[in-house]
């Protein structure tokens, strides 16, 4: 069984920056992709970025390319969100999540979730 748990939520100004973690149980974790997604009041869930099992490779939404940047510790089983340039409309409840398949962005790509810690951004 693979457990997440999110960590580094909070309130941010505009502009600022934000680090979040995400500690992952399990011995195989290094073998995981491991991806971050958010949800905003009255939307969607929705992908923002992912990283594969070495962290070579990342794969990012539009709307956060350039300010956030994804990176993993396969030694502390820690994947890590820096969050820079927030905007008001970062505003949302961010997760982690991992997955063995093949699938980047989509929600049915993961298997397992985190609980979620909440980012808000004030004006």
């Known amino acids: 069984q693979v457990q997440l748990v999110e960590s580094g939520g909070g309130l941010v100004q505009a502009g600022g920056s934000l680090r979040l973690s995400c500690a992952v149980s399990?011995?195989?974790?290094?073998?995981?992709?491991l991806g971050w997604f958010r949800q905003a009041p009255g939307k969607e869930r929705e992908f923002v970025v992912a990283?594969?099992?070495?962290?070579?490779?990342?794969y990012c939404a539009d709307s956060v390319k350039g300010r956030f940047t994804i990176s993993r510790d396969n030694a502390k089983n820690t994947v890590y969100l820096q969050m820079n340039s927030l905007k008001p409309e970062d505003t949302a409840v961010y997760y982690c999540?991992?997955?063995?398949?093949?699938?980047?962005?989509?929600?049915?790509?993961?298997?397992?979730w985190g609980q979620g810690t909440q980012v808000t951004v004030s004006q």
């Open positions: 999540a991992a997955t063995l398949r093949t699938g980047w962005e989509s929600l049915r790509d993961y298997d397992y």
């Open positions: 399990g011995r195989t974790f290094s073998t995981y992709r």
């Open positions: 990283i594969n099992w070495s962290g070579s490779t990342t």
